[in-house]
T-cell receptor, first 109, second 114 residues
């Protein structure tokens, strides 16, 4: 089976850095995706990690440790528009993504 | 390149009715996956189609079915609607079934069952 755990809610201040953690258990691991979803909208792709280490993409970075079943998404220089849900989604063998419940991030001025 | 499109965007049905939702993937994408999103359960995988064949299936009852056409467009059907089927239905397309392929989501169809 598959199990994904990430915090339900986080609050951070504009301009700060926030780290959203995700632990997972999955069979036939084939990479891990992070998606951003604003309220009432579809998820949009942020990052993909298949090898251990850090992937940096502008203000967003994502880290993966396959041996620990652990990933995090790092958001720097937070902006108000970053207020959204962040979804951790490991992919198993084939094309099946399993989504965690998401972390709702609120950015305050 | 146009993104994933879904029709209709909003739908209201009553219990017992059936509904068909449509998804057109990004041009060149051959894999289409369907998800149900509710506040209580989050995003749950329904099924995935590739080259007109169902490749994966989630844990949903047989009332939920789908198909894919030769042009990669996909439809999903829900029969004998229940109140609990009220949800946002999202489809996502990717190039193939390779592990590295990213899934891109459409805007979703918001289904309300009364």
């Amino acid at each position: 089976g598959q199990n994904i755990d990430q915090p339900t809610e986080m609050t951070a201040t504009e301009g700060a850095i926030v780290q959203i953690n995700c632990t997972y258990q999955t069979s036939g691991f084939n990479g891990l995706f992070w998606y951003q979803q604003h309220a009432g909208e579809a998820p949009t792709f942020l990052s993909y990690n298949v090898l251990d280490g850090l992937e940096e993409k502008g203000r967003f970075s994502s880290f993966l440790s396959r041996s620990k079943g652990y990933s995090y998404l790092l958001l720097k220089e937070l902006q108000m528009k970053d207020s959204a849900s962040y979804l951790c989604a490991p992919k198993n063998a084939g094309n099946m993504l399993t989504f965690g419940g998401g972390t709702r991030l609120m950015v305050k001025p | 390149k146009a993104g994933v499109t879904q029709t209709p965007r909003y739908l209201i049905k009553t219990r017992g009715q059936q509904v068909t939702l449509s998804c057109s993937p990004i041009s060149g994408h051959r894999s289409v996956s369907w998800y149900q999103q509710t506040p209580g359960q989050g995003l749950q995988f329904l099924f995935e189609y590739f080259s007109e064949t169902q490749r994966n299936k989630g844990n949903f009852p047989g009332r939920f079915s789908g198909r894919q056409f030769s042009n990669s467009r996909s439809e999903m059907n829900v029969s004998t609607l229940e109140l609990g089927d009220s949800a946002l239905y999202l489809c996502a397309s990717s190039l193939s079934t390779s592990g590295t392929d990213t899934q891109y989501f459409g805007p979703g169809t918001r289904l309300t069952v009364l």
